[in-house]
């Protein structure tokens, strides 16, 4: 079985861009998370959907906004790149909505903000 | 809000050395509790769990962690480590009982970089 899938694998913007990140939960998973992880750091919380439903948000600001579709792929979007939004973006996907679930994460989307 | 502290950033060990690291947590209510780890090349995968009953947990790959409730740690070891041991360890912590199942996500500490010595 497929894992979960993060496109694109790396991605370079600058300052001011937008960029979309995608996700693809392993089949029959219904719980998409979002987790930035900035170098030397342990990954941070950025949103949870379940259901197509926003069930958690993070500390982040409003330029970080996020869906989830009837297939249960989820999309991350952030506007207005700044230079600190350099990351490794990870999505994870688990069965159920509830924080005893076990997270799959993905490989991660590498963005660079130039 | 939770906080994860792990106390050591780099390990460095032997084949067969045994091996523990320390993770703390600052949060006032129950928890569960989670080890995650990164091979090289590879994605995030879990280790072990804790959410209730015997504090001692058994995870993958001959880990172990014990959870400490009065000292709020939940330290991982392993008594005799492998080169193939070699990766990157993180603790995290989730609040249990928030409304929404995960509406905080996971807590995770700064992360230990292990590496194993042949």
């Known amino acids: 079985d497929a894992g979960v899938t993060q496109s694109p694998t790396h991605l370079i913007k600058t300052r001011g861009q937008q960029v979309t990140l995608r996700c693809s939960p392993i089949?029959?998973?219904?719980?998409v998370s979002w987790y930035q992880q900035v170098l030397g750091q342990g990954p941070q919380f950025i949103f949870q959907?379940?259901?197509?439903?926003?069930?958690g948000r993070g500390n982040f600001p409003d330029r970080f906004s996020a869906r989830q579709f009837p297939n249960y792929s989820s999309e991350l979007n952030v506007n207005a790149l700044l230079l600190g939004d350099s990351a490794l973006y990870l999505c994870?996907?688990?069965?159920?909505?509830?924080?005893?679930?076990?997270?799959?994460f993905g490989e991660g989307s590498r963005l660079t903000v130039l | 809000a939770q906080s994860v502290s792990q106390h050591n950033h780099h390990v460095i060990l032997s084949e067969a050395a045994s091996l523990e690291l320390g993770c703390n947590y600052s949060y006032g209510g129950t928890v569960n509790l989670f080890w995650y780890v990164q091979y090289p090349g590879q994605h995030l995968q879990l280790l072990l769990k804790y959410f209730s009953g015997d504090p001692l947990v058994k995870g993958i790959k001959g880990f172990e962690a014990e959870f400490i409730k009065s000292k709020f740690s939940f330290n991982l070891r392993k008594p005799s480590v492998q080169w193939s041991d070699t990766a990157e360890y993180f603790c995290?912590?989730?609040?249990?009982?928030?409304?929404?199942?995960?509406?905080?996500?996971?807590?995770f500490g700064k992360g230990t970089h292990l590496i194993i010595q042949p």
């Open positions: 995290a912590v989730n609040a249990r009982g928030h409304s929404g199942g995960g509406a905080d996500g996971l807590t």
């Open positions: 089949s029959g998973h219904k719980s």
């Open positions: 959907y379940y259901e197509k439903e926003e069930r």
């Open positions: 994870a996907s688990s069965l159920v909505n509830t924080n005893t679930g076990e997270l799959f």
